[in-house]
């Protein structure tokens, strides 16, 4: 996607987000298992409302410090707020495309670090630039959901088939363990780990569901119905979540998800 029309997208949306614990949560849950130390020096790829960011600054410590990239402007606003709030001082934002960090000086990051962001990048650009940034035996992890999950965005583009729209999986190019290796090991990095998790939905919210995939970048095609079609596909939508929840509570309150770490060579 255009940047530009990415930074529109999470510009509407870095209110609610900022208070969105779920995404606190999976942030974390991915934070915990990348191997940053006391004093290393990171950057967080699409650090939206700094859930991510907040989190590393906590890893590394004061000696440390985390440099949070996002184009969202509005995103960036959030995470400030709640930083200064948190009193984190190793933690600085820059509002730039972090897959185009031409003007940051090669060699000069311990890790790499990108919370749910790659679906809104090309992959292999992305990758390149932050391998360029890296030390040597630098770390790069990255989080994606597996593919088909989480099951209120397959429904919803099940509903929005029957208007006539063919919205893609967005998470399909890495939903899978293979692809997240074969990207990495394409961009110069080896030693790759891939491990599964998982993130639950503490209290699941069919219109925060709602807001959430109509707005998605990937769900562009929604948007572009008529006022009507839009209302009809939203009652749809609603009334299909509804009966998968009563079918199978377990699978409509959970999001599988994908970690991937791996070293610059």
Known sequence: MNPQDVAEIFDARAERYSGDDWHRRYAEQFVAVVPVRPGDRVLDAGTGTGFAARALARRVGAEGHVLGVDV??????QARRVIDAEQLTNIELLEADVTD???LPATTFDAVVCAA???????ARALSAWHRLLKPNGIVAFSTMKAGSPSAGRIFRECASRFDLNLKDPSEALGTEEPCRAVLHDAG????????GRVDFEAFDP??????N???AGHAGARDLSPQAQ???REEYLRALEEARREDLS???RADVLYAVARRR
């Open 207 to 212: 219109l925060l569901a709602w807001e959430a």
């Open 251 to 253: 699978d409509a309150s």
């Open 214 to 216: 109509f707005r998605a």
């Open 101 to 103: 960090l031409r003007e």
């Open 72 to 77: 969202s402007f509005g995103m960036l606003q």
């Open 117 to 123: 962001g790659l679906l809104y990048m090309p992959v």
């Open 189 to 196: 990095f080896d030693r790759v780990e891939v491990t599964a």
């Open 231 to 233: 209302a009809a596909l």
